[in-house]
């Protein structure tokens, strides 16, 4: 089993940054990716940002490739996304998951935990 626990979401203008947190535990060490996902309103959702293993592996979704960072400390067993140069179309539900098999690292299908998800809203 694993834990998931996201942090961090709030309101900002477009332009501004926040930087999500999701503390990880359980049996770490049988993850295979641990990703953001975002969810809008009456949509599917949608993988923003993983970070892999098997090999290792950061992978982002063009939309938001140049203004997102993915990183883990595996010291304080946590993840982050700093999110800049926010754009009213990045509001949603942010979630981490995490597989424990390979596979694509976007599909949400494949995962096997999920947190409860951090509201994030960009005005303009």
């Known amino acids: 089993q694993v834990q998931l626990v996201e942090s961090g979401g709030g309101s900002v203008q477009t332009g501004g940054s926040l930087r999500l947190s999701c503390a990880v535990s359980g049996y770490i060490e049988s993850t295979h990716c641990i990703t953001w996902f975002r969810q809008h309103p009456g949509k599917e959702r949608e993988g923003v940002a993983a970070?892999?293993?098997?090999?290792?592996?950061?992978f982002y979704d063009d939309s938001v490739k140049g203004r997102f960072t993915i990183s883990k400390d595996n010291t304080q067993n946590t993840l982050y996304l700093q999110m800049n140069l926010l754009k009213p179309e990045d509001t949603a539900m942010y979630y981490c998951?995490?597989?424990?098999?390979?596979?694509?690292?976007?599909?949400?299908?494949?995962?096997?935990?999920w947190g409860h998800g951090t509201q994030v809203t960009v005005s303009s």
């Open positions: 970070i892999c293993t098997k090999p290792s592996n950061s």
């Open positions: 998951a995490a597989r424990t098999w390979s596979g694509a690292w976007y599909v949400a299908a494949g995962y096997d935990y």
